[in-house]
């Protein structure tokens, strides 16, 4: 396994960074390294976002939000594609959108996601981050990286992240929790009510909404 320390994230962060993979395979580490076009693997990918987030922790609640915010922003938009997860959370409507209407809910939606790791990994007390050496493959040339957050004293947590290879590497488009609940699916569902409420202008003031709720009134 490989190692990190990790902060507390609460059961509410875990859950909500939630497809699961029936029957998919443990792939030899040999083959965990297959590199993406851009010569990172996938597990090399997830620790890049191990050591942000683990310094956004080490920073902890004492400091301001937006600097946490600050600090895990590039490095999720360098691995997340999040205009697929967004897509894929909208479902079919998300093709007839209007560009500017997709513009507005990806930069929303951004926020928000960022937010939500800013706010879930905010503090450090000696629990562990634990990286599988195996990939699982599914289909369409998707990999799952299995991953542990092991507290000092308690049953560890499951968080795998759904990666695809695309033109610039490898990047996360879903978040399995426990290895089956699937952010993108939880997503899919709170958003469809709201566009159902209001189109996407209720979308859009929904993700602000959490994300006022998420910094606490300190990202503006």
């Known amino acids: 396994m490989i ?39 996938p597990i090399a990918t997830i620790e890049r976002l191990n050591d942000a987030l683990l310094a956004a922790m080490k920073q902890g609640p004492q400091t301001p939000f937006r600097q946490r915010y600050r600090l895990l922003e590039p490095v999720i938009d360098q ?5 697929q997860i967004l897509a894929e959370s909208i479902g079919l409507v998300w093709q007839n959108l209007p560009a500017e209407q997709k513009s507005e809910l990806l930069a929303a939606f951004r926020r928000y996601t960022v937010s939500s790791y800013a706010a879930n990994f905010d503090s450090y007390n000696g629990q ?11 289909g369409n040339d998707e990999v799952i990286v299995d991953t542990q957050i092991i507290p000092p004293n308690g049953s560890p947590t499951l968080l795998d ?39 996407v202008p209720a979308l859009v003031a929904g993700l602000r909404n959490k994300v006022a709720n998420l910094a606490g009134g300190m990202l503006a």
């Open 128 to 138: 562990r981050f634990d990286t599988s050496p195996s990939l699982r493959r599914l």
């Open 79 to 83: 691995i997340f594609d999040l205009e």
């Open 161 to 199: 992240y759904v990666m695809r290879s695309e033109g610039d590497g490898w990047r996360v488009v879903d978040v399995l929790t426990n290895g089956s609940i699937s952010r993108v699916a939880v997503q899919r569902s709170d958003f469809r009510q709201l566009l159902l409420s209001g189109g």
């Open 3 to 41: 190692r990190h320390d990790l902060g507390p994230m609460g059961r509410r962060g875990v859950l909500a960074l939630a497809a699961a993979a029936l029957g998919a395979g443990s792939v030899p580490t040999k083959r965990a390294a297959a590199q993406g076009p851009s010569g990172g693997s």
